[in-house]
């Protein structure tokens, strides 16, 4: 076997020819190519396999996970998955109108081509810290791919959660927040918004700092998503603090006899958030007149879902408010008020409707506990909440 190598001489110009003879296994020039090959096919091998374990590992973790870490689609994996996949940093620099427009996006076939696992999105809407998180963290663990969490607090707060919190990066672009007026709203807006991004959300739920689950994760996830309705409090208060607050100018969209009152704290589906935060009908209604003494957290979406929606409410809340001590604020309990008596009596033996049947589960969720009631409320016996 012959072969021939034409090397060019650089000094006269004039080329040279080699005859080399290859004898197979001697000459060094074909171990050489041999190893190079070697080396090609072992590198190609690891790149595809590799290649692979990425995507089969990607993909395994984004169920379990919903990729929050992994990369933005781009446009060479423009997979069905890569629709779906949620955004993967809350940040963002949409301004409300923008937000606002892109969460509205709804599909108009309803079956979806995959499984589609529905999730609670947990919004807390808070001043800074969140210092019943132990607990909160303790509800959510081992459950998964079957909630997420966004929290609006005061633009100057920076949160500092470790990488394994549940809390960690959910803290969305927020706006200052007064209490009882639209600004409040404005919030409860921009959280739900910031919540639809993620197109599995399908129940939101609008909790405070001052909020706990009392029942486990297990119990909050069927009785919201086995529910027919949304768990608004909505009434016709006739009193001073009810049509009491009503303003005529706001006639003919909202009439005396459509004016509702209910708690702040609400869980909704994703039709109902979509009406909320496409609404530019009773905002400006609601935001002219209905300033204080007219508390617009509490009239705004009971009114407008009343007067849109009305099939769609249970009319209740699903958070526990104890308004007994009286005045505009409810009771706050503390470090002395917690014990399973206290669960026992707060939750205990009241009866509500439940898909128009009676039952005695009728609360999920209770406020407003101090952040001294934290350390007796992680040493309840387990059977009290369950978890
Ligand atoms: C958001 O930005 C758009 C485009 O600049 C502007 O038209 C809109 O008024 C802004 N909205 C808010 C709430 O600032
Ligand atoms: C953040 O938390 C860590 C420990 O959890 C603490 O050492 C650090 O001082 C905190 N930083 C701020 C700014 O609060
Ligand atoms: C809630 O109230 C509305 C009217 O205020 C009513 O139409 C609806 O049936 C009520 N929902 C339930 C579950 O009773
Ligand atoms: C949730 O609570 C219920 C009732 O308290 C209990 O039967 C169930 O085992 C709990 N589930 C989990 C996963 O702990």
Not at 126 to 142: A, I, Q
Request: proline share 6%; with cysteine.
């Amino acid at each position: 076997m012959q072969a021939s190598f034409r090397l060019t001489n650089g000094e006269n110009g004039k080329e040279n020819i080699i005859y080399t003879k290859i004898i197979p296994g001697k000459s060094w020039s074909f171990r050489i190519l041999y190893f190079f090959l070697i080396f090609l096919v072992l590198g190609l091998g690891l790149c595809i396999i590799s290649m692979n374990m990425v995507r089969y590992f990607g993909l395994q973790y984004m169920t379990l996970k919903e990729s929050s870490w992994l990369e933005p689609c781009s446009d060479n994996t423009n997979s069905l998955e890569c629709w779906l996949r949620p955004p993967s940093n809350l940040m963002h620099n949409m301004n409300d109108t923008e937000l606002f427009w892109r969460a509205t996006f709804a599909p108009r076939i309803k079956e979806y081509p995959y499984k589609r696992v529905p999730k609670l999105a947990f919004m807390f809407l808070t001043r800074g810290p969140l210092p019943l998180s132990p607990l909160w963290e303790r509800f959510f663990k081992g459950n998964e791919g079957l909630f997420s969490i966004y929290v609006h607090s005061m633009p100057g707060y920076r949160a500092n959660y470790s990488r394994s919190s549940v809390f960690y990066g959910r803290q969305i672009p927020s706006k200052v927040t007064e209490w009882g007026k639209m600004t409040m709203c404005d919030a409860e807006r921009r959280l739900l918004a910031n919540a639809m991004l993620d197109l599995s959300n399908e129940y939101f739920v609008l909790l405070s700092e001052a909020c706990i689950p009392i029942r486990n994760f297990t119990i909050v996830y069927r009785y919201i998503t086995k529910s027919r309705y949304s768990f608004l409090g909505s009434y016709d208060d006739r009193g001073p603090y009810g049509r009491g607050r009503y303003d005529k100018r706001m006639e003919p969209e909202v009439t005396l006899k459509q004016w509702r009152k209910g708690s702040q704290w609400f869980e909704i589906n994703r039709e109902l958030a979509i009406r909320i935060v496409e609404d530019k009908i009773y905002y400006p209604k609601f935001k002219e007149f209905c300033k204080p003494a007219c508390y617009v957290d509490e009239h705004y979406f009971p009114t407008m879902l009343t007067i849109q929606v009305p099939h769609l409410l249970a009319n209740r809340s699903l958070t526990y408010t104890d308004w007994s001590r009286g005045g505009p604020h409810p009771a706050t309990y503390g470090k002395k008020d917690i014990s399973k008596e206290f669960f026992d009596r707060i939750v205990g033996r009241k009866m509500c409707v439940y898909n128009r049947h009676l039952v005695f589960l009728c609360q999920l969720f209770a406020r407003k506990f101090a952040p001294s009631a934290l350390e007796p409320l992680m040493s309840l016996p387990y059977d009290v909440f369950g978890y």
